[in-house]
């Protein structure tokens, strides 16, 4: 298992921005993909967008593709998710995940607290 902290949410008027980090505990980081999810409330648990072990790859929902950005540092252990342009939809709790493969694809088995993320109209 490995600790996830996030941070970095916050409140912002609509067409703002904010960036938020994932802290990631022991020596592993690199070796896994990450992801980013929300939930607004009362709505299940999205997806948001995943980042491959090295940076190599990423893919984003639908809703934030443009927008968002997700990188890592795996010197800093760090993940994080550049918002740009945000929506008062946006508006969630937003969590980081690590991904780990499992018989027949994939799997988060590692969740942070998450971090709340408000946009004002």
């Known amino acids: 298992q490995v600790q996830l902290v996030e941070s970095g949410g916050g409140l912002v008027q609509a067409g703002g921005s904010l960036r938020l980090s994932c802290a990631a505990s022991?020596?592993?980081?690199?070796?896994?993909?990450m992801g980013w999810f929300r939930q607004a409330p009362g709505k299940e648990r999205d997806f948001v967008a995943v980042?491959?072990?090295?940076?190599?790859?990423?893919k984003y929902a639908d809703s934030v593709k443009g927008r968002f950005t997700i990188s890592r540092n795996n010197a800093k252990n760090t993940m994080y998710l550049q918002m740009n342009n945000l929506k008062p939809e946006d508006t969630a709790v937003y969590y980081c995940?690590?991904?780990?493969?499992?018989?027949?694809?994939?799997?988060?088995?590692?969740w942070g607290q998450g971090t709340q993320v408000t946009v004002s109209s």
């Open positions: 995940a690590r991904r780990v493969v499992v018989a027949g694809g994939y799997e988060y088995d590692s």
């Open positions: 022991g020596r592993t980081f690199s070796s896994y993909a």
């Open positions: 980042i491959t072990w090295n940076g190599g790859s990423t």
